[in-house]
């Protein structure tokens, strides 16, 4: 379909503004980073390191990445093994209710956060009587990271067939050597690429975290929604936010090469 000049510059027009909306936040968060005025007035009239000197020596933000960190890493573990289960047991069998069993393991990433943390902490409290814990705020997590890696295993699972697999066992590999040599190969770019996003997912999770966490559990979103009105700690948080901007890019540019060359089916 060829576009007339008109609709080119509308779209470009139209791009250029949701760029805009999106990247200028990011672009002010960046600079008052270096903002020396406490007061924050924009334009910056002087640009200092003061701020990440200070928050580099910050031991509540250490500790705040350190636990989330540890939950993204514990809740990304298991949305790859479970999502993966979930996504053969799907995509390779056929069974009654299959499609409804989809939908329940796809629903968690739809349901408003708010919903799916009382749900959870009504669960961890009240069913289980489990006491809120870095433990409860991972599983919480891994309800919705698994769907990530299912969504990615199933796709890829569905593009291959089930033809390799076949001729795979039929020269005599038991089911475990086939996938082990020839289905966990052509799976291991979306694996990798489902964890990244996983991670990602977990790492900035707020509202679930927030029903979920126990006393003195304290994750970086947390933190920073804690801190973000103490004027002695908004130069912190601006600092952190660069960095959270500078390190999301590589696991973003990683999911997207990772996913985008093992779509076409060759390896």
Same mark, same amino acid.
């Given at each position: 379909?060829?576009? #007339? ?13 949701? *760029? ?26 002087? *640009? ?11 031991? #509540? ?99 291959? #067939? ?106």
């Amino acid at each position: 379909m060829t576009l #007339g000049r008109g609709a080119r510059a509308a779209l470009r027009a139209a791009v250029g503004l949701v *760029l805009v909306v999106i990247y200028v936040p990011l672009l002010v968060v960046a600079i008052s980073s270096f903002n020396a005025d406490q007061t924050f007035g924009w334009p910056p009239t002087q *640009l200092t390191f003061h701020w990440w000197k200070v928050a580099a020596t910050s031991q #509540g933000a250490r500790d705040a990445i350190l636990t989330s960190l540890e939950v993204g890493l514990i809740a990304t573990a298991a949305a790859l093994v479970l999502g993966t289960l979930a996504a053969f047991a799907l995509v390779r069998y056929e069974f009654f209710g299959r499609d409804s069993i989809s939908l329940l393991i796809v629903l968690p990433i739809a349901l408003p956060g708010i919903v799916t943390g009382l749900a959870l902490n009504s669960a961890f409290t009240t069913m289980m009587g489990v006491s809120l814990s870095i433990w409860t705020v991972a599983v919480a997590h891994a309800t919705f990271c698994i769907v990530v890696v299912f969504n990615n295993v199933s796709a890829r699972l569905r593009q291959i #067939g089930g033809n390799v697999e076949e001729a795979s066992m039929d020269l005599g590999a038991s089911r475990w050597t086939t996938f082990r040599w020839v289905t966990l190969p052509l799976l291991r770019f979306v694996l990798l690429a489902g964890a990244l996003l996983a991670f990602a997912l977990s790492f900035d999770e707020i509202v679930v975290t927030t029903f979920t966490a126990g006393q003195g559990v304290q994750t970086l979103p947390i933190w920073i929604f804690t801190n973000l009105f103490r004027p002695n700690q908004t130069p912190v948080i601006n600092v952190i936010g660069t960095v959270l901007i500078l390190a999301s890019l590589l696991p973003i540019y990683l999911s997207q090469k990772l996913v985008g060359g093992s779509s076409g089916g060759r390896l």
